[in-house]
Structures are given as structure tokens and as C-alpha cells.
């Protein structure tokens, strides 16, 4: 069994990229 500070730390990063990505598709110019 991993760390649970790793595998929260890669579900903190898979978070942030979706936020991120969500936030480009979100608020690019027309």
C-alpha cells in the first residue's frame, strides 16, 4: 500500500489540472 500523502497529493495535482483546463475551455476569448 502507497502513502496516503502521495496518492492525495496525486489526486490534489489531477484536480488542479482539470480546474486548470476547465478554466481555459471556460474563459478563452470567442
Same mark, same amino acid.
Given at each position: 500500500?502507497?502513502?496516503? %500523502? =502521495? %496518492?492525495? +497529493?496525486? +489526486?490534489? /495535482? %489531477?484536480?488542479? /489540472?482539470? /480546474?486548470?483546463?476547465? /478554466? =481555459? ?6
Amino acid at each position: 500500500m502507497e502513502d496516503p %500523502a =502521495v %496518492a492525495h +497529493g496525486r +489526486g490534489f /495535482s %489531477a484536480f488542479l /489540472s482539470f /480546474s486548470l483546463s476547465f /478554466s =481555459v475551455t471556460l474563459f478563452q476569448p470567442p
